[in-house]
C-alpha cells in the first residue's frame, strides 16, 4: 500500500516538482535541518537529492576511496554529479515556493550570494511520514555517516569528499 502511494508521488522523477519537493524536505529533516540547524548553501540539494533517492550511489559512495571504482560505477556517480548540477535552479524555485508556504527558512549564507536553509518549525510534527519514505529517510542517514558534517561543509568540500576522491572530475561552479 505504501509503496502505491510513493510511486504515485513519484511520477517522473527526473521532471516532477513533487518528487522533488518531498526529496528536499526529506534531506532537511533527515539531516536534522530544524529550528536554529542550516543547511550550509542551498546548492548541495541538488546532489543530496540524488544520493537520498539511490541506494545505489550510497553503496558506491560507501566503497573504500582507496580502491579505483569500475566504470560502470564512475559512470553512474558522474551522472548523478552532473544531474545535481542541472537541480541547482528547479531546487532554488522551489525553496523560494517552500519558503511562501512556511516549510522552509532561507538566511543569507555566510558569503555573498550563498543561500543556507533549514525546515520551519511550522511544519506539523505529522508531515514526514516515516513509513512511507523508509529507504529516503535510511538513505541520508547512511549518506551523512558518509560524508562527515556534510549540513555544515561548503558546496566545493562536501563535492570534493563525495565525487573528486572517487575519480570523478569536477567543474568549478
Not at 78 to 88: N, P, Q
Not at 101 to 123: C, M, N, Q, T, Y
Not at 124 to 141: L, R
Amino acid at each position: 500500500m505504501t509503496e502505491a502511494v510513493k510511486k504515485r508521488i513519484m511520477f517522473a522523477s527526473v521532471d516532477d516538482f513533487y518528487f522533488l519537493t518531498y526529496a528536499i524536505l526529506i534531506a532537511l529533516d533527515a539531516l536534522g535541518c530544524r529550528k536554529d540547524r542550516y543547511l550550509k548553501d542551498y546548492r548541495k540539494l541538488g546532489f543530496l537529492i540524488e544520493f537520498t533517492t539511490d541506494e545505489r550511489l550510497l553503496s558506491i559512495l560507501e566503497y573504500p576511496t582507496q580502491k579505483a571504482l569500475n566504470r560502470v560505477d564512475r559512470e553512474h556517480l558522474f551522472k548523478s554529479y552532473t544531474s545535481g548540477l542541472g537541480r541547482r535552479s528547479e531546487v532554488l524555485k522551489i525553496l523560494f515556493r517552500l519558503e511562501k508556504s512556511g516549510l522552509v527558512i532561507l538566511r543569507k549564507g555566510d558569503a555573498h550570494s550563498l543561500v543556507d536553509v533549514s525546515l520551519s518549525s511550522d511544519v506539523p510534527d505529522g508531515f514526514f511520514d516515516k513509513a512511507i519514505f523508509t529507504q529516503e529517510y535510511s538513505n541520508a542517514s547512511r549518506l551523512s555517516v558518509a560524508v562527515k558534517q556534510l549540513t555544515r561543509l561548503t558546496l566545493s568540500t562536501a563535492l570534493s569528499k563525495i565525487y573528486q576522491v572517487r575519480g570523478i572530475k569536477m567543474w568549478d561552479i
